[in-house]
Antibody, heavy 117, light 108 residues
Framework: QLQLQESGPGLVKPSETLSLTCTVS??????????WGWIRQPPGKGLEWIGSIYYSGSPWYNPSLKSRVTISVDTSKNQFSLRLNSVTAADTAVYYC?????????WGQGTLVTVSS | EIVMTQSPATLSVSPGERATLSCRASQSVSSSLAWYQQKPGQAPRLLIYGASTRATGIPARFSGSGSGTEFTLTISSLQSEDFAVYYCQQYNNWPPWTFGQGTKVEIK
């Protein structure tokens, strides 16, 4: 079955760039019927959609983060990536990747990224 | 942006009892609503989509209803594994895809 796995540094310094990759296994990322998305969850808080990308590279971003976010896709590696620049402590969260068109399913296990000096 | 509001924030229920969770949208989302369950340290799991269709492998004690702006998730007889946080999410108007703030179902 389809599985997603996030990877990347667990600690990022303030003002630097957070970079994460989601590796998709058990299926191809080059499927016309799905987006590939990033969602985050600050400790003890709710879920926030960050952005999504189609296999052909057309991204959608949350307006609240749009100025700082870049999502890209590498179909040759079956991966998609998140870059969030100029991070602050408010960006500390568990970051999830997920497949979706409408609803999100399945999800990766999530990775905690802490922003701290 | 469509704002999703869930109530109550916390619901205290005894095992075997019925739990009713509410989700309200700031404008109509038709039936474009999903429910997720999240347990501590785990990713959210899809329970319901299309407001009332159970996802694969979800027990029949979970049911969803509603359309437009008012939605309900009902757990007919709470099992120990059902104590978790539940989120609703709309997918009628995007971007952004938006989630409610969650309802925690705890043991009474």
């Amino acid at each position: 079955q389809l599985q997603l796995q996030e990877s990347g540094p667990g600690l990022v310094k303030p003002s630097e760039t957070l970079s994460l990759t989601c590796t998709v296994s058990g299926g191809s990322i080059s499927i016309k019927s799905y987006y590939w998305g990033w969602i985050r969850q600050p400790p003890g808080k709710g879920l926030e959609w960050i952005g999504s990308i189609y296999y052909s590279g057309s991204p959608w971003y949350n307006p609240s983060l749009k100025s700082r976010v870049t999502i890209s896709v590498d179909t040759s590696k079956n991966q998609f990536s998140l870059r969030l620049n100029s991070v602050t402590a408010a960006d500390t969260a568990v970051y999830y990747c997920a497949r979706h068109w409408d609803y999100f399913d399945p999800w990766g296990q999530g990775t905690l990224v802490t922003v701290s000096s | 942006e469509i704002v999703m509001t869930q109530s109550p924030a916390t619901l205290s229920v005894s095992p075997g009892e019925r739990a009713t969770l509410s989700c309200r949208a700031s404008q109509s989302v038709s039936s474009s609503l999903a429910w997720y369950q999240q347990k501590p340290g785990q990713a959210p799991r899809l329970l319901i989509y299309g407001a009332s269709t159970r996802a694969t492998g979800i027990p029949a004690r979970f049911s969803g209803s509603g359309s437009g702006t008012e939605f309900t998730l009902t757990i007919s007889s709470l099992q120990s594994e059902d104590f978790a946080v539940y989120y609703c999410q709309q997918y009628n108007n995007w971007p952004p895809w938006t989630f409610g703030q969650g309802t925690k179902v705890e043991i009474k």
